[in-house]
T-cell receptor, first 115, second 116 residues
């Protein structure tokens, strides 16, 4: 157990729908990072939140959004889902506002299947 | 912009043989470098990292990596492969000091197969 909790582990939904993925960071970590892992694109950075505020944005689509709550858990919202959004979504956490020297602790991921 | 290239999407070795997984990075300043391992149906686990200091870094499970600035490389090695080493391995780079950005950039991964 890495200490980073992601729910649900699996999600199957239809095109056009909206889903919410949840992440609780490791105790004491202030940053949460969201990544999308697919066979063709590899691990793509989506967005980072640090202590409740958006810190950095990567290749996140406009249909996707995220937030971090006062208790530091984070939610990734995916809307108007398309078949191509099917992927493994990872959450990772780090102690500070940057992962430069610390690296990440990863959760076990949420596998999203859009049908 | 920083980038990471992992040479070889798939590496196969025999049990007991040397493991060598290659990683080259692109960065204008000395970066922070990481290797992660992903077992099936699991998240990524940190194997080792280079921040500053000694260029030969030792990690968990007998793995080590050497930072070579002149070659912009950070190859991962293990002297003797074990069946349990079969997994996917990711090299990642973090922005160096005074560089913009906070997130790690990952390579596309190398799948290691170990045969008996």
């Amino acid at each position: 157990d890495s200490g980073v909790t992601q729910t649900p582990k699996h999600l199957i939904t239809a095109t056009g729908q909206r889903v919410t993925l949840r992440c609780s960071p490791r105790s004491g970590d202030l940053s949460v990072y969201w990544y999308q892992q697919s066979l063709d694109q590899g691990l793509q950075f989506l967005i980072q939140y640090y202590n409740g505020e958006e810190r950095a944005k990567g290749n996140i689509l406009e249909r996707f959004s995220a937030q971090q709550f006062p208790d530091l858990h984070s939610e990734l919202n995916l809307s108007s889902l398309e078949l191509g959004d099917s992927a493994l979504y990872f959450c990772a956490s780090s102690p500070t506002g940057t992962a430069k020297a610390y690296g990440y602790t990863f959760g076990s991921g949420t596998r999203l299947t859009v049908v | 912009a920083q980038s990471v290239t992992q040479l070889g999407s798939h590496v196969s070795v025999s049990e007991g043989a040397l493991v060598l997984l290659r990683c080259n990075y692109s960065s204008s300043v000395p970066p922070y470098l990481f290797w992660y391992v992903q077992y099936p149906n699991q998240g990524l686990q940190l194997l080792l990292k280079y921040t500053t200091g000694a260029t030969l870094v030792k990690g968990i499970n007998g793995f080590e990596a050497e930072f070579k600035k002149s070659e912009t490389s950070f190859h991962l090695t293990k002297p003797s492969a074990h069946m349990s080493d079969a997994a996917e391995y990711f090299c990642a780079v973090g922005p160096g000091d005074n560089q913009a950005g906070t997130a790690l950039i990952f390579g596309k991964g190398t799948t290691l197969s170990v045969s008996s």
